[in-house]
């Protein structure tokens, strides 16, 4: 079970990592300038706990100064 940070975030997009990996981006539900909470973590099925999935954050997406998000098919890549 994936647990969000809060219970009113949603997770806006998912990519496929590997068969046992994925990136996951939770948002808050604001957007644009309002949007105060958007991070990208990865999670790994072979790490799950109590039924709970373990999260990784991997970039804070309001935070960072520039961040080049890359989508294919099956993959998610983040340039600094």
């Not at 997009?13 to 939770?26: G, P, R, S, T």
């Not at 973590?41 to 935070?63: C, G, M, S, W, Y």
Request: net charge negative; charged share 30%.
């Amino acid at each position: 079970q994936y647990q969000l940070s809060d219970p009113d975030f949603a997770i806006g997009d998912m990519a496929v990592i590997n068969e046992h990996e994925y990136l996951i981006i939770e948002r808050d539900r604001n957007e644009g300038d309002q949007a105060q909470f958007k991070k990208v973590f990865k999670i790994d099925f072979r790490k799950q706990t109590d039924d709970v999935l373990n999260k990784e954050p991997i970039a804070d997406l309001i935070k960072e100064y520039v961040i080049l998000i890359v989508y294919t098919l099956h993959f998610l890549k983040i340039i600094k």
